[in-house]
């Protein structure tokens, strides 16, 4: 974790020729603004990030991929929620444009985070709408801004574009959900948002490697995917977006955030996976071509 510099995002490009496969990672940030000022300490505040989630991704350039990675703490601002997903609670006063708080709102984990966990807040005090505002112009505009020209280049380029959403989860994501604690929590979830977002085989390639590599997948449970994946998930246009969730213990202890002897073997997997998905894509241009001059 460090105090935040003047970079906010990090851009990896395709080491050599270019795929329209784009991997981005909204939540793995540790540079910590100086404005950020919560009344939890940083130990137990740092346990909403997806920590080392791009670190483990970071084979994406070298098999054609482009990565997009946050330096930015969620806890700060979200930059996988929209502008209107808000609670309006949070702020000193009213909001200028109208707000749609929705369901990750009402559980803490809106735009801005009201809360860590259902028993710890991070705020003691409102935040006024000019620093919110604040947040979004240093931090989550210019984290979409970044990531849509990379999914609208793409899809310029070769008529489609396919999209890995990156995000890790905590072994208590049921409890964190207000749904059953007691249920058993797969090693990675795909989120689809109930098979609108992408093609099914695009799903079924991601799915079919972990399992082969010996993880446990499900799919939408608990997680399907929020403002990002909806937005640049459009099957119907060529566009495909899937989230991908990995059960932190797999790769490091949740109260220290340091890595543990699961994480080299995970990262080399990912590695694998992304090959896997980068054959797929080359097929799926492919095809296209073969149609266009067939």
């Not at 604690?181 to 079919?208: I, K, M």
């Amino acid at each position: 974790m460090t105090i935040s510099n003047d970079a906010v995002i990090v851009m990896r490009p395709p080491a050599g020729e270019g795929l329209p496969l784009v991997c981005d990672s909204p939540h793995s940030g540790t540079d910590y603004p100086a404005d950020f000022r919560s009344a939890l300490p940083m130990a137990l505040l740092r346990q909403a990030e997806d920590t080392y989630i791009d670190t483990l991704w970071s084979a994406a350039p070298e098999i054609g991929a482009t990565l997009v990675a946050a330096c930015f703490p969620r806890s700060y601002i979200d930059p996988n929620r929209a502008l209107e997903d808000l609670d309006p609670d949070l702020l000193d006063g009213p909001w200028p444009t109208p707000l749609q708080p929705g369901e990750k709102s009402r559980l803490g984990y809106g735009l801005v985070w009201r809360k860590l966990d259902p028993t710890h807040m991070i705020y003691d005090r409102r935040l006024s709408v000019a620093a919110v505002q604040q947040h979004i112009a240093h931090c989550w505009q210019p984290y979409r801004d970044q990531l849509q020209p990379q999914i609208g280049s793409a899809n310029a380029a070769f008529g489609g574009v396919w999209h890995l959403h990156l995000h890790s989860m905590p072994h208590n994501a049921y409890e964190r959900l207000g749904l059953d604690p007691n249920r058993p929590l797969a090693d990675f979830v795909l989120g689809d948002r109930d098979g609108t977002t992408c093609e099914p085989e695009f799903v079924d390639v991601v799915e079919r490697c972990l399992h082969g590599l010996g993880y446990s997948v499900a799919r939408n449970d608990p997680y399907k995917g929020v403002a990002v994946l909806a937005q640049i998930g459009q099957p119907a246009l060529n566009r495909h977006s899937l989230q991908v969730e990995i059960r932190r213990p797999l790769y490091m202890d949740e109260a220290t955030r340091e890595p543990n002897a699961g994480f080299e073997p995970l990262r080399q997997h990912l590695t694998a996976t992304l090959r896997e998905v980068a054959a797929y894509v080359r097929s799926r241009i492919g095809d296209k071509n073969s149609k266009t001059t067939g």
